[in-house]
């Protein structure tokens, strides 16, 4: 009863958030919109030198005089490092609501990542273009932005916050859009490589804190044609629009596999970022032609964010479009949610060299799904699992990526919980089960289990856990990455929850804390290594 009582409560709370995302006016939120704040002439954006789109400008440079603190990537290349904080907001809610509402979002987006395979909708961007190899001059995909001549140094300061507050296990980044720019909070998502905002006219959006983007009070907002050999790289909606007018713009159309889906405008777009320079001068830069949606219907539950910044492995996740920047790789470090909400987690565009120096830093290798059905997915191939310094009976075939696409294992930020495919974890769950001893269950918790009530224990005696990939590498979590405090100092719960045979396998954020997650896509491997992500 208690069960059946406390999910009717989540479901009223999910469907309560989805019913306010209908009833928007074209003209967007009444909130008051968030101006760019005045700057010192030191932090003033210059204004911009070319109009004309077709002009790659990347970033302006505001100071010759800067020590360059440059990368060298395997080709020679010189590439920047710059580095994001990333903010955390204060809680507002229970940690147990929190946990459940997380629960069901973490269901719905695995259940979506899971149709995105199967189903094979936002097809891989070489599916698309290779449909498109019988159509007369088609060129190939446009180039990312590029820096301009002169090189800066120093690292990138954004803002991204934690979604507790929100009943939301997703990681919010603060952006700069447009000229003159406005502000946007998004979510950042390692599992989709579009990025886009709600856009006006807002024909049907889902509530968001301030003001949606408004192309029309851009100068430097610029539509993609549909002749335009970059409209190949998104899906069109569904019957696709014939191209006719030489001025027609490209429409997209992105699905996330239940009712969540963004359709627009395909466009170009400056955005602005804060830099620390090593000197610790502020300075503000911008990123001009970025590719992104102007989603003018969207649907889906975003908690209060103005769109998605994708961090995706496709040619349009913006760490995709800024690899002629920073090279193939970025990491972040999440601070744990228990630590103040004044501490910073970090998102790092380019080679950290702390981090590569690291004496515990671990890789293993990313690899391919079946006949690659998406393109956006960062997998990795489990071995086994370890519970209390034992390897737990799970036949290694379980492990696989089925034929069809489905199964197998993906590392991603958007995720809140870790899980994993039965029977592999049911088989797990009975290990820590087995190994806990001393401490009375608590069955009347309906989100997670096992649960136990540890009152009066300083430190629990809990089980170690760790994955072992199939290169050899070992992945080994502190316990409160996997074992969650649901009422302080009274009860913790195993974080770990299980999915259908058929569906992925989920290294979810909330295993990530505390350990700096390198994404290396031009030598195809993660990097973990623990590390006080508040020092960082």
């Known amino acids: 009863m208690v069960l059946k009582v406390f999910l009717l409560l989540v479901l009223l709370l999910v469907c309560g958030a989805a019913g306010t995302h209908d009833h928007k006016s074209k003209n967007g939120s009444h909130l008051a919109g968030i101006e760019f704040p005045s700057t010192p002439a030191s932090m003033r954006i210059p204004n911009s030198k070319k109009s004309n789109p077709s002009q790659d400008e990347g970033f302006d440079n505001c100071d010759d005089d800067v020590d360059d603190d440059e990368a060298e990537d395997g080709d020679g290349d010189v590439k920047q490092t710059v580095k994001l904080n990333l903010k955390r907001r204060s809680a507002g809610t229970e940690k147990k609501e929190s946990v459940g509402v997380s629960?069901?979002?973490?269901?719905?987006?695995?259940?979506?990542?899971?149709?995105?395979?199967?189903?094979?909708?936002?097809?891989?961007?070489?599916?698309?273009?290779?449909?498109?190899?019988?159509?007369?001059?088609?060129?190939?995909?446009?180039?990312?932005?590029?820096?301009?001549?002169?090189?800066?140094?120093?690292?990138?300061?954004?803002?991204?916050?934690?979604?507790v507050s929100l009943g939301s296990g997703e990681y919010f980044i603060d952006v700069f859009v447009g000229t003159p720019p406005k502000h946007f909070s998004l979510i950042l998502d390692t599992g989709s490589d579009l990025n886009w905002i709600q856009c006006v006219p807002c024909y049907e959006c889902f509530e968001q804190n301030g003001p949606h983007y408004d192309p029309g009070q851009s100068s430097s907002y610029?539509?993609?044609?549909?002749?335009?050999s970059r409209c190949h790289l998104v899906s069109s909606p569904d019957p696709p629009q014939p191209c006719k007018a030489e001025n027609q713009t490209c429409p997209y159309y992105y699905w996330?596999?239940?009712?969540?889906?963004?359709?627009?405008?395909?466009?170009?777009?400056?955005?602005?970022?804060?830099?620390t320079m090593s000197s610790g001068k502020p300075e503000l830069r911008r990123v001009e032609n970025v590719m992104f949606g102007c989603g003018h219907w969207n649907r889906g539950l975003f908690h209060g964010a103005a769109g998605l910044l994708g961090l995706g492995r496709g040619p349009l996740s913006f760490s995709s479009q800024l690899q002629s920047l920073y090279g193939h790789s970025f990491s972040y470090c999440l601070v744990d949610r228990n630590s103040d909400a004044n501490?910073?987690?970090?998102?790092?565009?380019?080679?950290?060299?702390?981090l590569?120096?690291?004496?515990?830093?671990?890789?293993?290798?990313?690899?391919?799904?079946?006949?690659n059905p998406v393109d956006t997915f960062y997998y990795v191939q489990i071995k086994s699992i370890v519970v209390g310094g034992e390897v737990v009976n799970i036949p290694e075939e379980k492990w696989q990526i089925a034929a069809d696409g489905s199964g197998g294992t993906i590392i991603d930020s958007g995720t809140t919980l870790s899980y994993f495919a039965e029977p592999a974890y049911q088989v797990i769950k009975e290990a820590f089960m087995a190994k806990v001893k001393g401490y009375p269950v608590v069955k009347d918790f309906p989100v997670l289990e096992p649960c136990y009530n540890v009152t009066g224990v300083e430190q629990p005696d809990l089980p170690d856990f760790g994955i072992v990939f199939s290169d050899g590498a070992v992945w080994n979590f502190p316990v409160e990455n996997y074992f969650i405090e649901i009422e302080p100092r009274e009860v913790v719960c195993l974080a770990i929850l299980g999915t259908p045979p058929s569906a992925l396998s989920i290294i979810g954020n909330y295993q990530q804390q505390n350990f700096h997650i390198l994404y290396d896509t031009k030598k195809s491997r993660l990097g973990f290594a623990p590390t006080k992500c508040a020092d960082v």
């Open 222 to 228: 610029r539509n993609i044609g549909c002749h335009d």
């Open 343 to 354: 501490v910073s987690s970090k998102l790092i565009f380019g080679e950290d060299k702390d």
């Open 256 to 275: 996330y596999g239940d009712s969540s889906n963004t359709t627009g405008d395909f466009a170009l777009e400056t955005f602005t970022v804060n830099l």
């Open 103 to 163: 629960k069901m979002k973490d269901l719905a987006r695995i259940q979506t990542l899971y149709k995105r395979m199967t189903e094979k909708k936002n097809q891989n961007t070489v599916s698309r273009l290779k449909k498109q190899q019988s159509k007369p001059q088609v060129a190939p995909p446009a180039a990312a932005p590029e820096s301009s001549a002169s090189v800066f140094s120093g690292q990138l300061i954004a803002t991204l916050e934690s979604g």
């Open 356 to 371: 590569l120096s690291h004496p515990e830093l671990n890789f293993t290798t990313l690899v391919a799904g079946k006949e």
